[in-house]
Structures are given as structure tokens and as C-alpha cells.
T-cell receptor
């Protein structure tokens, strides 16, 4: 299973953009890049996913490097409710098996 | 529509006992997967079921088993409980494998004494 590497923690101020990096140098051609986040005392929550092209949704944007060996989750304006552990995950094309790493704990300050 | 429902939410067992956890997926979802979350190991994949068939299994001992019923509801069972089985067990559902988003329940927190 391909692995991802993320910083253990990051900090941001409210209303500022946040760029959460993820390295996945062993990614294969059939791996999708998924991001989930987990708020305290809750199950993980889907954020966004992509394969090769950059993706946008109401929660965030996902920027994928041309060689697909890294990606960045972008929260355009952080709020206090965005404080969570963010997981970057590679998911094989035909499975729901997610291999979670340690994730990045995002702190948002008012 | 209702989300993923897991029961019971909390339970306490003693070593050697067995436990069964239940997961009701979102209506229409046929794929169910299970994860274990502990402070030391983080989130680890247990099993994945689709149309009553186990499609993938994680690296857990045979004491951990699961099944899926024709209505897509799923159960997981842990026999001969050990202290290290204390964890939050999370269930996730999706319409079918790799349709994008997994929807997680709030989990069943198991404490083994």
C-alpha cells in the first residue's frame, strides 16, 4: 500500500488561507488522492478527492502536482470549525480500503 | 436522510468475552467498511464488504470477523477480547466501492477491562 507523509501539525489564524501539504512519492497510476478530516469526538469526514487534475468543492480545493508525487489541500478561509486532524490518503481505484497515516493536526486561532 | 448508525455507542467488556458491533449504512449504500482507531495505532482498516461479500481484509487476527446482510447492514465480532482491543470502532458506507466519498458513523467505543 502506498504511503503518504504529512506534517504533524500546522497553525493558522481565522480568515486566512491554509495550505496542507502531502507527499506520496510511491503513488501508482490507479491511486486516487483523498482527504478526510476528523473533528474531536467524531468519525472522519470526507473533504475532497482527485486523480490528476485540481479539484474544487464547497469545502476546499485540492492541488495535485503534475507528477502526482505530492498534493496540497487548500482551505481558502480557515474558521475555528476547521480545527481538526486532516488525513491525506491514497485509495486504490476499486476499493473502499483507506490507509490512514498520522495526519496533520490543524489549529486555528481567533 | 439518516447517516450511518452504529450501535452500541459505548460498551464495556472484560477480557475473554466476545462482542458484536452493528452498523446500519445510509439507505441505498451497499458498501460497508470497518476501521479501528486507537491512540497508539491511529485509524486502521479492518474489513470491506459489498453485496454481502468481503472484498478486503486488514492485518488483524482471526478473532476479528465480520459479515454483511442482504439489507446491507453489517456486523463485526471480536472474540476472546484482549485489553488491546479497547478502541473506537468506526463503520463507513458508500453506494459502491470507489464511488468517491465514504460516510463514517460516530463509532462504537469499546473498553476492555
Amino acid at each position: 500500500d502506498a504511503k503518504t507523509t504529512q506534517p504533524n501539525s500546522m497553525e493558522s489564524n481565522e480568515e486566512e488561507p491554509v495550505h496542507l501539504p502531502c507527499n506520496h512519492s510511491t503513488i501508482s497510476g490507479t491511486d486516487y488522492i483523498h482527504w478526510y478530516r476528523q473533528l474531536p469526538s467524531q468519525g472522519p469526514e470526507y473533504v475532497i478527492h482527485g486523480l490528476t487534475s485540481n479539484v474544487n468543492n464547497r469545502m476546499a480545493s485540492l492541488a495535485i502536482a503534475e507528477d502526482r508525487k505530492s498534493s496540497t489541500l487548500i482551505l481558502h478561509r480557515a474558521t475555528l470549525r476547521d480545527a481538526a486532524v486532516y488525513y491525506c490518503i491514497l485509495r486504490d481505484w476499486d476499493t473502499d480500503k483507506l490507509i490512514f497515516g498520522t495526519g496533520t493536526r490543524l489549529q486555528v486561532f481567533p | 436522510k439518516a447517516g450511518v448508525t452504529q450501535t452500541p455507542r459505548y460498551l464495556i467488556k472484560t477480557r475473554g468475552q466476545q462482542v458484536t458491533l452493528s452498523c446500519s449504512p445510509i439507505s441505498g449504500h451497499r458498501s460497508v467498511s470497518w476501521y479501528q482507531q486507537t491512540p497508539g495505532q491511529g485509524l486502521q482498516f479492518l474489513f470491506e464488504y459489498f453485496s454481502e461479500t468481503q472484498r478486503n481484509k486488514g492485518n488483524f487476527p482471526g478473532r476479528f470477523s465480520g459479515r454483511q446482510f442482504s439489507n446491507s447492514r453489517s456486523e463485526m465480532n471480536v472474540s476472546t477480547l484482549e485489553l488491546g482491543d479497547s478502541a473506537l470502532y468506526l463503520c463507513a458506507s458508500s453506494p459502491a466501492p470507489n464511488t468517491g466519498e465514504l460516510f463514517f458513523g460516530e463509532g462504537s467505543r469499546l473498553t476492555v477491562l
